[in-house]
Every structure is written in C-alpha cells, then in structure tokens.
C-alpha cells in the first residue's frame, strides 16, 4: 500500500470508532466502513460485498442494558484491510478474500470490546475533569475534555488499522487461527453471560403485567426457525400496533369510563 492509501484507511478507521459512539453519520456500519477502504484501496466492488455480508450479521448487535455489542467498527474496518492485503496479494481470488474477511470479522468484533472496555476505564478520570471544570464553571475545558473523549475511541480502532496496513495478512489469520479453543471458548461464554445480564436489568426496568404477555410470545417466536429477523421484527410492530390501538380503545370502552392503563385488562372487566 501506498503511504496515502494508509493515510486514508486510518482517517475512516478513526471516523468509525468515533462514530461507534456518536451514531450520527454511521461510519461505523460494516456497509459504510468497508464500501470507503475498497474505495480508497481500488477494490470497491469487493468493499461493498463484503460490506454488505457483515451488515446482515450486524443487524442482530444492538446494545442492551449493561450489554455492549460486538464492536462493528473494528470489525468492518479490520476485515476489509485483511481482504484488500489478500487481494495485493494475488494469491488467491476476490471470493475466497472475501469470504475469509468474514469468517475473522467476528472473532475480531470480540476483541474489540476489549479495546472498548480499555477506553472507557481511561474516560472514567476525564469525566472527574469535567466536573472539576463545571464547578469552575470552564465549558472550554469541558468541551475539549469531550473532544479528546471521542477521539480516544476513534483512536482505538486507528492504531490497530495502522497495524494490519503494515502487516501481512497471513500472519494476521495464521494468530487467529491459533487462538487456543479455551480461549475462544471463554469469550464466547462470557460475552453470552454479558448479554444475558443486560437483557435481565431491562426486564427488570420494564417488567409490568402488560408486557410479561409479549415477552412469553417473543420466546416462542424466536423457537421459530424459519422466521427471519424482517419476519420478526413485523411481528413486533404488528403486535405494538395492536397494543396501542387497544389502549387507545379502553379508556372509552364501556360508556366512555377512564381505563387503568391495562388495556387487556379493562376490556376483559367489562365482560
């Protein structure tokens, strides 16, 4: 690679990582990230394909509760310079590329939340800065305390950018590939148990009488192997349609008496 073709893959690797918190431009997506560094590596058709695959699998990350979702901007951006290093290569073919990309894209997506857990430690005495700053009442020093805040995380997807520019990718998939199964095995455990958390604390947060009926119908939904997440989500919003149509219903159901805020509930009283 030349060293401006470098320059820009870690100019997008850092408006990825600052994007993966700001969520205002979507640099971050695995579409977006991957279509740029194929753009500015000559390999624009093989960016968005493989863009375009790792955005399917990323559609299901989602941040929860306490649980932090597989890191997509790292994902995205280091899978798409492994597939343009293979590509300069020449040894093998734009699909085998591609599809090796993929198959490091989610191991690498776990690593990253160990690069995002590092970042938000070394915040965690920027935000007493802050303070410090708002009780003198400097919203100068505030503003550049966010500032360097943000760039820490597009930092962190930056320098291990940088790295694989300068590194085959044989030695990169050949690391992968001889992570040991406890290890993998481990990180997958544990971030399973993290999710579960994170689902639990917004149960907790949202647990009422009229949601545990939606909530027992998304688990049987889910048992459904042939439903997609498009069918699913359909579902979601048909069943939210139908829950504020009969809210809408029970506070005039019955002679115009006021509801509960049950709607379930107040149709069934009246009967």
């Known amino acids: 690679m030349s060293i401006i073709t470098i320059i820009l893959i870690i100019i997008i690797a850092l408006l990825a990582g600052m994007e993966g918190v700001l969520d205002e431009f979507q640099f971050h997506q695995p579409l977006v990230a991957c279509t740029l560094i194929g753009l500015v590596t000559g390999h624009l058709s093989e960016g968005i394909i493989l863009g375009g695959s790792l955005q399917m699998i990323a559609l299901g990350w989602a941040n929860v509760g306490a649980a932090v979702a597989p890191d997509a901007a790292l994902a995205s951006v280091a899978s798409a310079i492994i597939m343009v290093l293979a590509l300069q290569d020449g040894s093998v073919d734009s699909s085998t590329?591609?599809?090796?990309?993929?198959?490091?894209?989610?191991?690498?997506?776990?690593?990253?939340?160990?690069?995002?857990?590092?970042?938000?430690?070394?915040?965690?005495?920027?935000?007493?800065?802050?303070?410090?700053?708002?009780?003198?009442?400097?919203?100068?020093?505030?503003?550049?305390?966010?500032?360097?805040?943000?760039?820490?995380?597009?930092?962190?997807?930056?320098?291990?950018?940088?790295?694989?520019?300068?590194?085959?990718?044989?030695?990169v998939t050949g690391a992968l590939n001889q992570m040991p199964d406890w290890l993998s095995g481990g990180m997958a455990v544990g971030g399973g148990m993290v999710a579960a958390v994170g689902y639990a604390m917004v149960i907790n947060m949202m647990s009422s009488k009229e949601t545990w009926p939606f909530f027992a119908i998304g688990f049987v939904l889910a048992a459904i192997g042939q439903l997609t997440l498009i069918a699913l989500g359909v579902i979601g919003v048909a069943l939210a349609l139908i829950y504020l149509g009969l809210k809408e219903n029970s506070g005039t159901h019955g002679g115009g008496s006021g509801g509960t805020g049950d709607p379930l509930g107040d149709i069934l009283n009246d009967y």
Do not use: N
């Open 97 to 171: 590329a591609i599809t090796t990309s993929i198959a490091v894209a989610i191991p690498l997506s776990v690593a990253g939340l160990f690069l995002t857990m590092i970042c938000r430690t070394i915040a965690i005495p920027m935000v007493h800065f802050m303070d410090v700053a708002a009780e003198k009442g400097s919203f100068r020093t505030i503003e550049m305390w966010q500032i360097l805040a943000i760039v820490l995380q597009g930092v962190r997807i930056a320098i291990p950018a940088a790295a694989l520019c300068v590194v085959p990718a044989v030695v």
